[in-house]
């Protein structure tokens, strides 16, 4: 009762088959990707304390923060 296109035929059940493909249905992320969340986050974080970063990249939020931090003003407002 194998599933058409098993390489083996061998299986007892349709359902072994398919258990035997090994198929991953989760979300793999890259690293890029998860550091791209992270600037995102940090972006998001930012403008929610009233700071408008000259950008998303996390160097632009990073050095917007610490104007605002030292200038007690937000920055970008």
């Known amino acids: 009762?194998?599933?058409?296109?098993?390489?083996?035929?061998?299986?007892?059940?349709?359902?072994?088959c398919a258990r035997g493909l090994q198929i991953n249905t989760g979300v793999?992320?890259?690293?890029?990707?998860?550091?791209?969340?992270?600037?995102l986050d940090a972006y998001e974080r930012a403008r929610a304390e009233g700071i408008q970063p000259d950008g998303t990249k996390m160097h632009k939020v990073e050095a917007a923060k610490k104007i605002s931090d030292a200038t007690g003003v937000a920055y970008g407002a």
């Not at 009762?1 to 072994?16: D, L, V």
């Not at 690293?31 to 600037?39: D, L, P, T, V, Y």
């Open 1 to 16: 009762m194998c599933r058409t296109g098993c390489p083996t035929k061998g299986h007892k059940s349709y359902a072994e």
């Open 28 to 39: 793999m992320l890259t690293s890029g990707q998860k550091a791209m969340n992270r600037e």
